[in-house]
């Protein structure tokens, strides 16, 4: 009885998930009349403008990681190291951005730093580029830390760095050579799940008028029929392919001998 | 007929065999032991008896009634777990409830039960408290009320006192075994300490590797096991080779020096095993004894007790003597003479 | 420590709080609740009022068919072969959000999407007749649901793991049946983490705009919506207005949260 409720549960789950993305396949092979052809893929990969916003999206995404990682990974390290008190602050902080709605951020930073504040980033090409990117690292905030977080709580932080210092290492080292090796794992994991939220993100890229790919799919969706359904299948490969690669990794580091 | 009746019992998980051919009667009111070390298929007679795992074949029978295929809801049974298993989100006197409660016994009784079981575990004040407000023996005590409390007809006890502390373990032996005689529900415990085995049971069940290698009251068990396996499980256990010389005369050999049980053994064997109890070996001796000599290699004090390991022609043995203030235990080095009745040597055949 | 509070200071406090100051800043800059006042307008209690709901049935029914498969898959007893691979499925799903994710309803359950075509031609059913409509809350719901179940399934997880075997095995032995198992021990237990699962559910839906764009373009008037063109074109004609309409999406994201929280530590008094 429990056992067959459990597998209507899953099957039913199954199968909601599983109509919108064979829809969404089927649809965009329809785009020639009466058989199945991959006219829209070759329709949406041969256009300049897709080309370009997803190249900018890329190039978005791995910086907001290089960024993610410069702000969480020596903060993490120290709360654990030095600061436990501070703790709860800090993770209270990293949860913001779940709570408080994107759209809201992006709408402090068009006022914030508009052309007459003090700070006119949005004032230019490269200021927007750089507010985009800081509103992407913030939007990443919450998974980059909990996954660093949880990569350094399986390591003995104390003793590594005691021991890197009596070697004679100092902070950037230690940090570089010593702890970010470590939690490799926990930062891949972090990384491709950032690539995964920013290369389709909509709202900041629209309201900061950057050229990216959420707001290219959105132009798109109003003015055509078959591609945003062959784009669709595109991001839902690049999301599988990050979500991939974060299981690979972490079976790969069960491994390697941890640390102790 | 009996109360509990397991007949032919047998488990397998995929091609393992964990359970063969096990058959047990349990007498009503009786506290029976299945004693074994892990893996020995104990905890799986235990869960089949509870119903968490259907038996491959065989029949399980409660006061008369077949419950091999009933669900484990339906077989009017209380269940104590290694780990308390008591449900967090409930306070002391709502999880002493829960059995009456989905019985769907009016509020008034379920209130009586309550109150009564919380006597008998001599926690009278503490129903409003949550579990994680006490100690490993407390809760150990409500789980054992919770499972009393709709007076169930088999008590079923799986290992409830391994998670404990030493001392707690001891008192709360005595503690169990008190309230199963005062209810007189028929119980069977599951454990790996034949120390609990042998003091709380009426009969014990030995177990390895899924069979029952004997079934028999405590004093039996011990002083007269069935097998080399019983005999080298329960208790310490010296055991010193010999040669048969003659074996419808009892004449062996240890070492060069002959000895005479003044029994037959059993015919046809080489070499035999002599099994001898610690406390059946002395230093001194009567009249009559048989006699080894041998040097001390170790002496260890336990208190009451003092256990001195003396090497001799055949193997080493340990010798348990009575403290005694007035004459000190022999040194590491010493020459001695061990000394056993001819009637407390066991002999073990391959 | 300082390039983390300089960086959030920077990038997510201060924009943040200037929208909050700004909720009650007069023109001439001294203290007002007019633009508080002002939401209180037919369209914009409507829109709030059409996101709260289309957040709260999702992250319902979200919460329920999440839980429900989680626990299918961990203690249902399904093949443990099938938890893996909905572990990553449900990773890929609830990333899966914004335009794409619209793209993937339209060619299913829109006008001309494969379902609604299929149920007209094989079965002569036509869900329009029956007035379903994707680009309508009910459609905002389902489609929400493709990344609120998966959410569930990943963060309710753990939670389920924590439930020991014994508990059911003692109330099995006590004579509870399954349902009883389930009311009585099983979802009081769980209950803390699913509100708290809840909280996170509504506020995702809340400040979901990607999705919704995509849907129903700004036909549908919901509070992000509402936003989005507000900041795009003023259409509220007072700016003011629009810092309050934006204060009020963190307030009831935060209420929502502060009230999980503290159900949820009235419910834990068993655990401290």
């Not at chain 1, 690539?195 to 900041?204: P, S």
């Not at chain 2, 007035?326 to 040194?331: E, T």
């Not at chain 3, 924590?162 to 009585?184: C, D, H, N, P």
Request: net charge positive; aromatic share 10%.
């Amino acid at each position: 009885m429990t056992r067959f409720l459990a597998w209507a549960m899953f099957l039913f789950g199954v199968a909601y998930f599983a109509l919108p993305l064979f829809g969404m396949t089927e649809f965009s092979l329809r785009m020639r009349r009466g058989v199945y052809s991959l006219d829209a893929y070759r329709v949406v990969l041969g256009d300049p403008q897709f080309q370009a916003t997803f190249a900018y999206s890329t190039v978005m995404a791995l910086l907001t990681i290089v960024v993610g990682v410069l702000v969480v990974v020596p903060t993490a390290y120290w709360v654990r190291l030095y600061l436990p008190r501070l703790r709860p602050v800090v993770e209270f902080i990293t949860l913001l951005p779940l709570v408080i709605p994107p759209i809201v951020i992006v709408f402090g930073y068009l006022r914030l730093f508009n052309t007459s504040s003090w700070l006119p980033l949005t004032g230019t090409a490269a200021g927007t580029n750089l507010l985009l990117l800081m509103g992407y690292a913030t939007l990443s905030l919450p998974y980059m830390y909990r996954a660093v977080d949880n990569g350094l709580r399986t390591i003995d932080v104390r003793t590594l760095t005691e021991a890197a210092q009596s070697l004679g290492a100092g902070w950037a080292t230690i940090l570089a050579r010593v702890i970010l090796p470590n939690v490799l794992v926990a930062v891949l994991s972090g990384a491709f799940l950032t690539f995964a939220i920013v290369i389709g993100e909509f709202v900041m890229a629209a309201l900061l008028n950057r050229p990216a790919f959420g707001p290219y799919l959105q132009l798109m969706g109003a003015n055509k029929a078959y591609e945003p359904a062959a784009l669709a299948v595109i991001a839902f490969v690049v999301t599988w392919v990050c979500m991939g690669l974060i299981s690979l990794v972490t079976r790969f580091q069960k491994f390697t001998p941890a640390p102790r | 007929m009996a109360f509990l009746e397991l007949s032919a019992l047998q488990k397998y998980f995929g091609a393992n065999h964990v359970v063969r051919s096990f058959d047990l009667d349990v007498a009503k009111g009786e506290f029976v032991t299945l004693l074994g070390p892990s893996g020995c298929g104990k905890t799986t007679v235990l869960r089949m008896v509870a119903g968490f795992e259907t038996p491959s074949s065989g029949q399980i029978r409660i006061d008369g009634r077949d419950v091999t295929a009933l669900r484990t809801s339906q077989r009017d049974i209380g269940m104590v777990f290694q780990a308390y298993a008591l449900f967090p989100n409930m306070t002391v006197a709502e999880n002493v409830a829960f059995g009456l409660r989905v019985a769907g016994r009016p509020r008034a009784e379920i209130d009586a039960g309550v109150r009564e079981m919380l006597t008998l575990i001599r926690l009278p004040d503490l129903g409003g408290r949550y579990p994680f407000q006490l100690s490993g023996g407390q809760q150990q005590r409500v789980a054992l009320a919770r499972a009393l409390a709709a007076r169930p007809k088999v008590l079923l006890l799986d290992e409830p006192l391994s998670a404990l502390d030493a001392k707690i373990r001891v008192s709360l032996r005595t503690e169990i075994r008190a309230i199963q005689r005062q209810l007189g529900i028929t119980t069977i415990f599951v454990t790996h300490d034949q120390e609990e085995a042998l003091s709380m049971s009426d009969r014990i069940v030995v177990m390895s590797g899924g069979v029952a290698e004997q079934v028999g009251p405590p004093f039996e068990i011990y002083n007269r096991p069935a097998t080399r396996f019983v005999a080298g499980f329960v208790g310490t256990l010296n055991q010193i080779a010999a040669e048969v010389i003659d074996a419808g005369a009892g004449r062996l050999a240890v070492g060069g020096a002959e000895i005479a049980l003044g029994r037959a053994i059993p015919p046809g064997q080489g070499t035999v095993s002599l099994a001898l109890r610690p406390e059946a070996v002395g230093l001194g001796g009567r009249p009559g004894d048989i006699r080894l000599a041998g040097e001390v290699s170790e002496v260890s004090f336990h208190g009451s007790v003092v256990r001195v390991r003396v090497e001799v022609a055949g193997g080493s043995i340990a010798v348990d003597t009575f403290n005694n203030a007035a004459s000190r235990p022999p040194a590491a080095g010493e020459r001695v003479e061990i000394a056993f009745a001819p009637s407390d040597v066991l002999i073990l055949g391959d | 420590m300082a390039p983390f509070l300089v960086f959030t200071g920077l990038f997510l406090i201060l924009p943040t709080l200037y929208i909050v100051v700004g909720a009650f800043r007069a023109t001439d800059g001294g203290f007002t609740l007019q633009h508080i006042a002002g939401l209180n307008t037919p369209a914009i209690r409507n829109a709030y009022w059409v996101s709260i709901r289309i957040s709260f049935w999702s992250a319902l029914f979200g919460c329920a068919i999440g839980l429900g498969m989680a626990a299918a898959v961990i203690h249902g007893g399904l093949p443990g072969r099938l938890r893996g691979p909905l572990m990553t499925f449900s990773g890929v799903a609830s990333n899966f959000a914004g335009i794409a994710l619209a793209f993937a309803f339209i060619a299913t359950l829109g006008p001309a999407g494969l379902v609604t075509l299929w149920l007209r031609t094989e079965f002569g059913v036509n869900l329009r007749a029956y007035g379903f409509n994707l680009l309508s809350t009910t459609g905002l719901i389902i489609t929400y649901l493709f990344f609120q179940i998966p959410l569930m399934i990943l963060i309710i997880a753990p939670a389920l793991d924590g439930l020991k075997r014994e508990w059911r095995e003692a109330a099995e032995t006590l004579g509870a049946s399954t349902f009883q198992y389930v009311r009585m021990v099983a979802l009081p237990i769980l209950f803390p983490s699913i509100l708290g699962c809840f909280a996170l559910l509504f506020a995702n839906a809340f400040g979901a705009v990607a999705t919704a764009i995509a849907l129903t373009g700004s036909s549908l008037n919901i509070a992000p919506i509402l936003l989005f063109a507000q900041i795009r074109g003023d259409v509220l004609g007072s700016p003011g207005l629009g810092y309050a309409l934006a204060l009020g999406m963190v307030v009831i994201a935060g209420v929502a949260n502060a009230l999980s929280i503290w159900l949820r530590t009235r419910s834990e008094k068993w655990l401290r």
